[in-house]
T-cell receptor
Protein backbone atom coordinates (compact mmCIF):
# COMPACT_ATOMS: atom_id res chain seq x y z
CA UNK A 1 0.00 0.00 0.00
CA UNK A 2 1.13 3.56 -0.58
CA UNK A 3 2.63 5.35 2.39
CA UNK A 4 2.10 8.86 3.71
CA UNK A 5 3.01 11.41 1.05
CA UNK A 6 4.35 14.88 1.79
CA UNK A 7 5.40 17.81 -0.34
CA UNK A 8 7.56 19.68 -0.82
CA UNK A 9 10.53 17.75 0.60
CA UNK A 10 12.62 20.88 1.09
CA UNK A 11 11.78 24.56 1.37
CA UNK A 12 13.93 27.62 2.01
CA UNK A 13 12.24 30.93 2.79
CA UNK A 14 13.11 34.23 4.39
CA UNK A 15 11.71 35.23 7.75
CA UNK A 16 8.30 36.89 7.63
CA UNK A 17 7.39 34.97 4.45
CA UNK A 18 4.63 32.38 4.39
CA UNK A 19 4.89 28.68 3.54
CA UNK A 20 2.52 25.74 3.18
CA UNK A 21 3.07 22.01 3.48
CA UNK A 22 0.83 19.30 2.09
CA UNK A 23 0.15 15.78 3.37
CA UNK A 24 -1.77 12.86 1.88
CA UNK A 25 -2.32 10.10 4.46
CA UNK A 26 -2.65 6.39 3.93
CA UNK A 27 -6.03 5.55 2.45
CA UNK A 28 -8.58 4.72 5.15
CA UNK A 29 -6.66 6.30 8.02
CA UNK A 30 -9.03 8.56 9.91
CA UNK A 31 -6.43 10.17 12.15
CA UNK A 32 -3.80 12.57 10.85
CA UNK A 33 -0.98 14.23 12.79
CA UNK A 34 1.48 17.05 12.14
CA UNK A 35 4.74 17.02 14.10
CA UNK A 36 7.59 19.53 14.29
CA UNK A 37 11.09 18.07 14.67
CA UNK A 38 13.80 20.57 15.52
CA UNK A 39 17.37 19.44 14.89
CA UNK A 40 18.62 17.26 17.74
CA UNK A 41 15.19 16.74 19.27
CA UNK A 42 12.38 14.25 19.03
CA UNK A 43 9.22 15.13 17.10
CA UNK A 44 6.65 17.28 18.91
CA UNK A 45 2.96 17.05 18.09
CA UNK A 46 1.51 20.24 16.63
CA UNK A 47 -2.01 19.14 15.73
CA UNK A 48 -4.12 15.98 15.50
CA UNK A 49 -7.17 15.54 13.26
CA UNK A 50 -9.84 12.87 13.53
CA UNK A 51 -11.45 12.85 10.08
CA UNK A 52 -11.77 16.59 9.44
CA UNK A 53 -12.17 17.65 13.08
CA UNK A 54 -9.37 18.86 15.37
CA UNK A 55 -8.71 16.57 18.37
CA UNK A 56 -5.65 18.30 19.83
CA UNK A 57 -3.97 21.56 18.82
CA UNK A 58 -2.69 22.54 22.25
CA UNK A 59 0.91 22.93 21.07
CA UNK A 60 0.16 24.71 17.79
CA UNK A 61 1.35 28.36 17.82
CA UNK A 62 -1.97 29.65 16.58
CA UNK A 63 -0.78 33.20 16.02
CA UNK A 64 1.28 32.02 13.05
CA UNK A 65 0.46 28.35 12.35
CA UNK A 66 -2.76 27.04 10.87
CA UNK A 67 -3.85 23.66 9.58
CA UNK A 68 -6.84 22.21 7.86
CA UNK A 69 -8.02 18.84 6.68
CA UNK A 70 -10.69 19.23 4.08
CA UNK A 71 -12.99 16.27 3.40
CA UNK A 72 -11.13 14.22 6.00
CA UNK A 73 -8.30 13.22 3.67
CA UNK A 74 -5.48 15.57 2.64
CA UNK A 75 -4.15 18.18 5.02
CA UNK A 76 -2.28 21.46 4.73
CA UNK A 77 -0.11 23.10 7.38
CA UNK A 78 0.66 26.80 6.94
CA UNK A 79 3.08 29.16 8.64
CA UNK A 80 2.55 32.91 8.27
CA UNK A 81 4.75 34.78 8.99
CA UNK A 82 7.71 32.45 9.48
CA UNK A 83 10.35 33.02 12.14
CA UNK A 84 13.93 31.76 12.30
CA UNK A 85 12.98 29.32 15.07
CA UNK A 86 10.50 27.60 12.73
CA UNK A 87 13.42 25.95 10.93
CA UNK A 88 12.70 22.26 11.41
CA UNK A 89 11.43 19.11 9.74
CA UNK A 90 7.65 18.93 9.58
CA UNK A 91 6.40 15.37 9.72
CA UNK A 92 2.95 14.15 8.84
CA UNK A 93 1.65 10.85 10.17
CA UNK A 94 -1.59 8.93 9.91
CA UNK A 95 -3.12 6.07 11.84
CA UNK A 96 -6.04 3.67 11.81
CA UNK A 97 -5.64 2.67 15.45
CA UNK A 98 -2.69 3.37 17.78
CA UNK A 99 0.12 2.74 15.32
CA UNK A 100 1.25 5.84 13.45
CA UNK A 101 2.83 5.78 10.00
CA UNK A 102 5.10 8.68 9.10
CA UNK A 103 5.80 10.46 5.85
CA UNK A 104 9.32 11.51 4.77
CA UNK A 105 8.88 15.04 6.12
CA UNK A 106 9.44 18.54 4.80
CA UNK A 107 12.69 20.23 5.80
CA UNK A 108 12.08 23.96 6.27
CA UNK A 109 14.93 26.44 6.50
CA UNK A 110 14.08 30.01 7.46
CA UNK A 111 16.85 32.55 6.73
CA UNK B 1 3.18 14.66 33.13
CA UNK B 2 4.09 12.12 30.52
CA UNK B 3 7.73 12.14 29.45
CA UNK B 4 10.35 9.97 27.81
CA UNK B 5 14.07 10.07 28.54
CA UNK B 6 16.80 8.64 26.38
CA UNK B 7 19.96 9.13 28.48
CA UNK B 8 22.44 8.56 25.65
CA UNK B 9 22.59 11.23 22.95
CA UNK B 10 25.21 9.40 20.88
CA UNK B 11 26.49 5.82 20.96
CA UNK B 12 29.23 4.24 18.86
CA UNK B 13 29.54 0.47 18.53
CA UNK B 14 31.65 -1.78 16.37
CA UNK B 15 30.02 -3.78 13.62
CA UNK B 16 29.07 -7.19 14.95
CA UNK B 17 28.94 -6.01 18.56
CA UNK B 18 25.80 -6.05 20.65
CA UNK B 19 23.70 -2.95 21.20
CA UNK B 20 21.45 -1.65 23.95
CA UNK B 21 19.70 1.72 23.76
CA UNK B 22 18.11 2.95 26.94
CA UNK B 23 14.65 4.45 27.37
CA UNK B 24 12.84 5.49 30.53
CA UNK B 25 9.31 6.83 30.63
CA UNK B 26 6.99 8.58 33.01
CA UNK B 27 3.32 7.74 32.55
CA UNK B 28 0.53 7.21 35.04
CA UNK B 29 -1.25 4.32 33.35
CA UNK B 30 -0.14 1.22 31.48
CA UNK B 31 1.95 2.62 28.66
CA UNK B 32 1.86 1.91 24.98
CA UNK B 33 5.54 2.01 24.00
CA UNK B 34 7.28 2.30 20.67
CA UNK B 35 10.73 2.40 19.14
CA UNK B 36 11.22 4.22 15.84
CA UNK B 37 14.29 4.55 13.63
CA UNK B 38 15.06 7.55 11.44
CA UNK B 39 17.70 7.50 8.73
CA UNK B 40 19.05 10.82 7.39
CA UNK B 41 16.44 12.62 5.30
CA UNK B 42 13.83 10.00 6.01
CA UNK B 43 10.69 9.78 8.07
CA UNK B 44 10.31 7.55 11.11
CA UNK B 45 9.98 3.80 10.68
CA UNK B 46 8.41 1.69 13.41
CA UNK B 47 10.79 -0.97 14.76
CA UNK B 48 8.53 -2.49 17.41
CA UNK B 49 5.75 -1.74 19.86
CA UNK B 50 4.48 -2.90 23.23
CA UNK B 51 0.81 -2.74 24.14
CA UNK B 52 0.38 -5.63 26.58
CA UNK B 53 1.29 -9.26 27.16
CA UNK B 54 4.78 -10.68 26.81
CA UNK B 55 7.25 -8.08 28.04
CA UNK B 56 9.91 -9.12 25.51
CA UNK B 57 8.91 -7.77 22.13
CA UNK B 58 10.42 -8.73 18.80
CA UNK B 59 10.63 -6.22 15.98
CA UNK B 60 11.96 -5.82 12.49
CA UNK B 61 15.62 -5.91 11.45
CA UNK B 62 16.55 -8.21 14.35
CA UNK B 63 15.69 -5.72 17.12
CA UNK B 64 13.97 -6.58 20.38
CA UNK B 65 12.92 -4.58 23.43
CA UNK B 66 12.00 -5.49 26.99
CA UNK B 67 9.35 -3.70 29.02
CA UNK B 68 10.22 -3.50 32.73
CA UNK B 69 7.40 -1.90 34.66
CA UNK B 70 9.37 -1.78 37.93
CA UNK B 71 12.10 0.27 36.27
CA UNK B 72 9.82 2.25 33.92
CA UNK B 73 12.11 1.20 31.10
CA UNK B 74 11.79 -0.07 27.56
CA UNK B 75 15.34 -0.70 26.34
CA UNK B 76 16.08 -1.63 22.75
CA UNK B 77 18.59 -4.40 21.99
CA UNK B 78 20.23 -6.08 19.06
CA UNK B 79 22.72 -8.95 19.41
CA UNK B 80 24.87 -8.06 16.39
CA UNK B 81 24.91 -4.60 14.82
CA UNK B 82 25.26 -4.08 11.07
CA UNK B 83 26.69 -0.97 9.42
CA UNK B 84 23.24 -0.23 7.98
CA UNK B 85 21.87 0.19 11.53
CA UNK B 86 23.58 3.58 11.82
CA UNK B 87 20.69 6.02 12.31
CA UNK B 88 18.77 7.97 14.94
CA UNK B 89 16.56 5.96 17.29
CA UNK B 90 13.55 7.35 19.10
CA UNK B 91 11.61 5.88 21.98
CA UNK B 92 8.00 7.05 22.37
CA UNK B 93 5.05 6.60 24.72
CA UNK B 94 1.47 6.96 23.55
CA UNK B 95 -0.98 8.98 25.60
CA UNK B 96 -4.19 7.28 24.59
CA UNK B 97 -7.42 9.18 24.21
CA UNK B 98 -10.27 9.07 21.73
CA UNK B 99 -9.39 6.94 18.73
CA UNK B 100 -5.67 7.17 18.46
CA UNK B 101 -2.88 8.39 20.59
CA UNK B 102 -0.61 11.35 21.10
CA UNK B 103 2.98 10.19 20.86
CA UNK B 104 5.53 11.71 23.20
CA UNK B 105 9.07 11.17 21.98
CA UNK B 106 12.42 11.07 23.68
CA UNK B 107 15.18 13.27 22.30
CA UNK B 108 16.72 10.42 20.38
CA UNK B 109 19.95 8.43 20.39
CA UNK B 110 22.25 8.67 17.42
CA UNK B 111 23.95 5.37 16.63
CA UNK B 112 27.27 5.25 14.80
CA UNK B 113 28.75 1.92 13.67
CA UNK B 114 32.51 1.42 13.37
CA UNK B 115 33.77 -1.02 10.72
Amino acid sequence: EAGVAQSPRYKIIEKRQSVAFWCNPISGHATLYWYQQILGQGPKLLIQFQNNGVVDDSQLPKDRFSAERLKGVDSTLKIQPAKLEDSAVYLCASSFDYEQYFGPGTRLTVT
Amino acid sequence: AQSVTQPDIHITVSEGASLELRCNYSYGATPYLFWYVQSPGQGLQLLLKYFSGDTLVQGIKGFEAEFKRSQSSFNLRKPSVHWSDAAEYFCAVAFIYNQGGKLIFGQGTELSVKP
